[in-house]
């Protein structure tokens, strides 16, 4: 699909550019720049250390899972050639070619099976030359990057190494606010740096913490996350894996955002098994519909709105899913697969665990009709990863 074809055409005062404010957490000096998956056997309660007078649930929880926790050392060789574009200004003098010069950067990450599978973001080792880890032990392993998803920001490095420990994943859909949130990770170089919070909020969206759309309902926590901590684990009280830390708002203290753990699970099984990740969308942008956006789009739009709930269709783009299946701007998504649907974050989830090769049944109230269109996702395009 060309760059023509992305012609949408939105309801206007609903639509906004937004400043970015969040930052990615992996940390590099001041030059730099920065087989199926067997996920632990949760059917065994977790045992955790035996505590002693001075312990707690913490400190259990980080001896439990702190061994797997890595730094994830990466290099890259950045080119200083002069661009073709300056050489005309040279003069006819032309320079030597340039080797480059090599910059590191460091991460975080967990290691996730015996097999020696490493979990971090995409953007640690985006574009990395060579890719180490570290282990608490002193143990410095090579490392392979199997794959990498942009687009949700998740990566799976290969260690190979006897007697790794790995740790315990949990289950992020049973995370609720309020809950304990623990954090290991090697913020500005400080290795197994624990930091403790809750669960601030679930379900948190992209735009709303102002980085490129992730398609994932981030975990928010007020435990301390910083640069370098990209990729390590958030732990619950148990000890267990319920999120990836990935990103923090700049300038701000206490809100940290992380990759649920099934999410992070899901990608990764798909990037051992074939190295890439099936995006399936539709090609809409969407809000949940409230009362308030009702009331303002029946009143400053020539497109009217019945619905009381649902998820109010703002665009569709051109040549999309969406479009060939006849879902138009102002329409009311109510149901997908015969589930309701009030919340975006829920019907992007359903959109991807659909899959590319069967159709979306969606229930759609267009003014005060009810339709039943079928939409067959495509491969999310390129140039909107």
């Given at each position: 699909m060309?760059?023509?074809q ?10 906004s550019?937004l400043?970015s404010?969040?930052l990615?957490?992996c940390?590099t ?6 087989a199926p ?8 309660p977790?045992q955790?250390?035996q505590?002693d007078p001075?312990?707690n ?5 980080v001896?439990?899972?702190?061994p ?11 080119s200083t ?20 010069r090599?910059?590191?950067g460091?991460?975080?990450?967990f ?5 020696g599978?490493?979990?971090t ?7 990395a030359?060579?890719v180490?880890v570290?282990?608490p032990d002193g143990?410095?392993l ?13 990566a799976?490095?290969q ?6 420990p790995h ?5 992020s859909?049973r995370v ?6 623990i ?9 197994e740096?624990?930091?403790v ?6 379900e ?8 490129p759309?992730k398609?994932i309902?981030?975990?928010q926590?007020?435990?301390?996350i910083?640069?370098?901590n ?10 267990e ?7 923090i708002i700049?300038?701000?203290q206490?809100?940290?955002f992380?990759i ?5 699970k899901?990608i ?9 990740v099936e ?10 519909l409230?009362?308030?956006i009702?009331q303002?789009i029946?009143?400053?739009?020539n ?7 649902g998820?109010l ?6 040549n999309?899913p969406?479009?060939?299946a006849?879902?138009r ?30 159709k ?8 005060q009709?009810?339709?039943n269109?079928a939409?067959q996702?495509?491969?999310?395009p390129a140039?909107?990863?």
């Amino acid at each position: 699909m060309n760059k023509a074809q992305w012609h949408w055409h939105p309801i206007p005062f609903l639509l906004s550019v937004l400043l970015s404010v969040g930052l990615w957490v992996c940390y590099t000096p001041p030059i730099a720049l920065a087989a199926p998956l067997n996920w632990g056997d949760r059917s065994q309660p977790m045992q955790l250390a035996q505590a002693d007078p001075g312990s707690n649930f913490v400190t259990a929880a980080v001896e439990a899972a702190g061994p797997a926790v890595v730094q994830v050392n990466v290099s890259k060789t950045l080119s200083t050639d002069v661009p073709d574009f300056l050489r005309p200004f040279l003069g006819g003098v032309q320079p030597t070619p340039s080797t480059g010069r090599v910059v590191q950067g460091i991460g975080s990450g967990f290691v996730i099976d015996a097999d020696g599978r490493v979990l971090t973001n995409a953007h640690v080792v985006a574009e990395a030359d060579t890719v180490s880890v570290s282990f608490p032990d002193g143990r410095i392993l090579e490392g392979e990057v199997l794959g990498t998803d942009r687009v949700t920001d998740v990566a799976v490095i290969q260690v190979r190494g006897d007697n790794l420990p790995h740790v315990t994943i949990g289950d992020s859909d049973r995370v609720t606010r309020g809950q304990w949130a623990i954090a290991i990770g090697n913020p500005l170089g400080l290795q197994e740096t624990v930091t403790v919070g809750v669960i601030s909020a679930t379900e948190r969206n992209s735009t709303a913490i102002g980085i490129p759309d992730k398609r994932i309902g981030f975990i928010q926590t007020d435990a301390a996350i910083n640069p370098g901590n990209s990729g390590g684990p958030l732990l619950n009280q148990a000890g267990e894996v319920i999120g990836m830390n990935t990103a923090i708002i700049g300038g701000t203290q206490g809100l940290g955002f992380a990759i649920p753990i099934n999410a992070a699970k899901r990608i990764a099984e798909q990037l051992i098994a074939t190295g890439s990740v099936e995006h399936p969308y539709i090609g809409i942008q969407m809000v949940p519909l409230t009362a308030s956006i009702k009331q303002q789009i029946n009143a400053a739009s020539n497109v009217q709105v019945d619905a009381e709930q649902g998820i109010l269709v703002l665009q569709v783009a051109r040549n999309s899913p969406a479009a060939k299946a006849g879902l138009r701007e102002g329409d009311v998504i109510q149901a997908v697969n015969g589930r309701t649907v009030t919340d975006a974050n829920l019907l992007q989830r359903l959109v991807e665990e659909n899959g590319l090769n069967k159709k979306l049944e969606l229930n759609v109230l267009r003014r005060q009709r009810t339709l039943n269109l079928a939409v067959q996702p495509d491969q999310l395009p390129a140039q909107v990863q």
